[in-house]
Nanobody
Framework: QVQLVESGGGLVQSGGSLRLSCAAS????????MGWFRQAPGKEREFVAS????????YNLDSVKGRFTISRDNAKNAAYLQMNSLKAEDTAVYYC??????????????????WGQGTQVTVSS
């Protein structure tokens, strides 16, 4: 079992920045892939970014367009999402996810077996 806990969400003005953190515990040895998803009220969950153990990344370019950066610290079993130039449409609950079997970063939610409880990000316009 892997437990994921997100932190760093909150209320920020449009144009501001936030850094989300995801701490993994439990069976964390060599988690291959970690990702971030988000879900806004009334909308489906959306892929944001993913990172492999070696640092390879993939982004939902349509929604983040270079404003967000995903990173990870394998020694700390942690992943991060740096969000800059935030917009009102970035308001959502952000979820961290861990995939234990894939080797490459992926946007497919079905590839992730473990999910955190989510952290709320609210961007005021």
């Amino acid at each position: 079992q892997v437990q994921l806990v997100e932190s760093g969400g909150g209320l920020v003005q449009s144009g501001g920045s936030l850094r989300l953190s995801c701490a993994a515990s439990g069976r964390t040895l060599r988690i291959p892939v970690m990702g971030w998803f988000r879900q806004a009220p009334g909308k489906e969950r959306e892929f944001v970014a993913s990172i492999g153990r070696s640092g390879g990344t993939t982004y939902n370019l349509d929604s983040v367009k270079g404003r967000f950066t995903i990173s990870r610290d394998n020694a700390k079993n942690a992943a991060y999402l740096q969000m800059n130039s935030l917009k009102a449409e970035d308001t959502a609950v952000y979820y961290c996810a861990a995939g234990l079997f894939g080797a490459r970063p992926t946007s497919l939610s079905s590839e992730y077996g473990y999910w955190g409880q989510g952290t709320q990000v609210t961007v005021s316009s």
